[in-house]
């Protein structure tokens, strides 16, 4: 029995954004020296506190819809996911089911790779709240489409900019 590699890749792009995701506090590297001075009452999900959507974020996400294809949604949403992180708030914000785009694909090696969704996540991975919150770009693409590990590679380098033959 022969069987074939099928790889589905998901790419996490940490944004360059001035501010965190859903408040105006900064997002630059080197502020985790001196712990939690960059922090507001959003950041540490204070009762009251209404974030705001990052708006840059949001444009550097339809910015890449667009270069790759994708119908623009006219509505989305973010949601709440529940599930343990060692941070404070613990609960990161997501569009999972109503994603900025959908489809669209990109083309590696003279195979075209169909993305299924591109979407706005805020990271919780770090204790240290001022690095916290900060704007992802995920985009997924659509199962079955990338066959083997030359396509998983040319997937990778074309995301960095580099050549792909």
């Not at 959003?42 to 840059?56: D, I, R, S, Y």
Request: proline share 4%.
């Amino acid at each position: 029995m022969k069987y074939k590699s099928t790889i589905g890749m998901e790419v996490h792009v940490e944004l360059k954004t001035d501010s965190k995701m859903f408040c105006a506090c900064k997002n630059e590297l080197g502020l985790d020296r001196i712990p939690n001075s960059n922090i507001c009452p959003v950041c540490t999900g204070q009762p009251g506190a209404l974030p705001v959507a990052n708006e840059k974020a949001i444009e550097y996400v339809i910015k890449a819809g667009l270069a790759l294809g994708c119908e623009i949604a006219k509505i989305s949403k973010f949601d709440r996911k529940n599930y343990f992180i060692r941070t404070f708030r613990r609960i990161p914000d997501s569009q999972y089911d109503q994603p900025l785009c959908l489809g669209g694909s990109l083309k590696i090696n003279g195979k075209k790779i169909g993305i299924t969704r591109i979407h706005l996540e805020e990271d919780t991975g770090k204790l240290l709240h001022q690095r916290e919150r900060i704007s992802v770009l995920w985009i997924s693409t659509a199962r079955g489409t990338t066959h083997g590990a030359c396509y998983g590679t040319g997937y990778r380098k074309r995301g960095r900019g580099e050549e792909v033959l």
